[in-house]
Every structure is written in structure tokens, then in C-alpha cells.
């Protein structure tokens, strides 16, 4: 059962010594310090995988704030869940978060709760803005010119070209070629 701390800063000017002093309390052995010094929008942060790859079942992370873990609720309840899945409890000072409580633990469900929330609402608002945009007559799919379509596929399935390659002169999404390969497909076997 090892402590660990991750520290974080956005900018490189920028210095770590608010959490460091925060830090010490907990007398941490400085091997167990992951520290970064890149945004916190991005989970694809070296140092932080270092040490989820690191803790195991009994361990504990302790944070400044919950924006050094991640400046997103989704990715921060993301990574709670995936250390409470494995056992490893995280404790954030400033908030007075400890995984480990039952005070914690009710704190985290709200969170989640309260995320759950706000993305159906979010969801919720922006299929009334079709809504009222569609029937402004603003809000259509964009043609899409199927012969062009056939042309740009025959090319991939000779590996003429690559399938990015081809969805983006089309002018659409990945997800909106591969729905077209599919159609495709479907209206063959027919």
C-alpha cells in the first residue's frame, strides 16, 4: 500500500511549488512523484499513464485539485472509475476528496450524477436547436454525390487509395463513409 502524487501544470513557465508545499504533509517519497507539465484537457498524458500503469490494489494517489487530474468531469470521473475498479483510492486536498470514505464515495456519486445531468441536458438542447433549425429550413444533409461515391470506393477497393483519402474528397465523415459502404453492401445483397 504505497502513496503516490501526480502533480500538473499547464505551460512550462509555469512552477509547481503551490502543490509541492501541499504536498509534503503527506510525506510521499519523492520516487513517487509523477509530475507533468502539459494541459490538462488531453488524457493522453505521459506521466499520468506512468503512474495508472503504476498503482495497484491499496494505493493511493493524492492530488492538489481535481484540475490537475483533469480539466474535464467526464475524463475525471472517467479516471475515479477506473482506480476505484482496481482498488486504488485517490485523495484530492483541496476539495477534502478521499475515495476511501463513505463521505468520498457519496461525493463521487453525486459528481457523476450531476455530470450525468448536465450531458442530457447538453444533448437535450441541441435536439431542440435541429429542431427549430430544420424547420427554418436550415438545418439539411448535404447531398452526396453517389457517383462520385462508386468512383472514390472502386479506387479504395484497388488500393488506389486510401479510405481517408477518399471520405475526405467526398467531402464527408469517416462514420458517413463507412454508412455508405454499408448501404452499399446491404442494397447489393437484395
Same mark, same amino acid.
Given at each position: 500500500?504505497?502513496?503516490?502524487?501526480?502533480?500538473? @501544470?499547464?505551460?512550462?513557465?509555469?512552477?509547481?511549488?503551490?502543490?509541492?508545499?501541499?504536498?509534503?504533509?503527506?510525506?510521499? /517519497?519523492?520516487?513517487?512523484?509523477?509530475?507533468? &507539465? @502539459? =494541459?490538462?484537457?488531453?488524457?493522453?498524458?505521459?506521466?499520468?499513464?506512468?503512474?495508472?500503469?503504476? @498503482?495497484?490494489?491499496?494505493?493511493?494517489?493524492?492530488?492538489?485539485?481535481?484540475?490537475?487530474?483533469?480539466?474535464?468531469?467526464?475524463?475525471?470521473?472517467?479516471?475515479?472509475?477506473?482506480?476505484?475498479?482496481?482498488?486504488?483510492?485517490? *485523495? =484530492?486536498?483541496?476539495?477534502?476528496?478521499?475515495?476511501?470514505? /463513505?463521505?468520498?464515495?457519496?461525493?463521487?456519486?453525486? *459528481?457523476?450524477? *450531476?455530470?450525468?445531468?448536465?450531458?442530457?441536458?447538453?444533448?437535450?438542447?441541441?435536439?431542440?436547436?435541429?429542431?427549430?433549425?430544420?424547420?427554418?429550413?436550415?438545418?439539411?444533409?448535404?447531398?452526396?454525390?453517389?457517383?462520385?461515391?462508386?468512383?472514390?470506393?472502386?479506387?479504395?477497393? &484497388?488500393?488506389?487509395? =486510401?479510405?481517408?483519402?477518399?471520405?475526405?474528397?467526398?467531402?464527408?465523415?469517416?462514420?458517413?463513409?463507412?454508412?455508405?459502404?454499408?448501404?452499399?453492401?446491404?442494397?447489393?445483397?437484395?
Amino acid at each position: 500500500m504505497a502513496n503516490y502524487c501526480y502533480l500538473r @501544470v499547464s505551460t512550462v513557465e509555469q512552477n509547481l511549488d503551490r502543490q509541492l508545499e501541499a504536498m509534503k504533509k503527506f510525506d510521499i /517519497p519523492e520516487e513517487n512523484y509523477f509530475v507533468e &507539465k @502539459v =494541459s490538462g484537457k488531453n488524457m493522453n498524458r505521459p506521466e499520468l499513464q506512468k503512474l495508472l500503469d503504476t @498503482v495497484q490494489e491499496g494505493d493511493t494517489i493524492h492530488i492538489h485539485d481535481f484540475s490537475r487530474l483533469s480539466r474535464s468531469t467526464h475524463d475525471l470521473l472517467k479516471i475515479v472509475e477506473t482506480l476505484t475498479e482496481r482498488g486504488v483510492y485517490l *485523495i =484530492s486536498n483541496k476539495e477534502n476528496f478521499d475515495t476511501s470514505t /463513505p463521505t468520498g464515495k457519496l461525493m463521487l456519486t453525486m *459528481i457523476a450524477a *450531476i455530470n450525468d445531468f448536465e450531458r442530457a441536458n447538453l444533448l437535450e438542447r441541441q435536439m431542440e436547436g435541429i429542431a427549430i433549425a430544420q424547420k427554418a429550413g436550415k438545418f439539411k444533409k448535404k447531398d452526396i454525390d453517389m457517383d462520385k461515391f462508386h468512383e472514390l470506393k472502386a479506387d479504395v477497393d &484497388k488500393g488506389l487509395l =486510401s479510405v481517408q483519402t477518399a471520405y475526405e474528397e467526398l467531402g464527408v465523415c469517416k462514420r458517413t463513409w463507412y454508412n455508405l459502404v454499408n448501404a452499399e453492401k446491404e442494397k447489393n445483397n437484395d
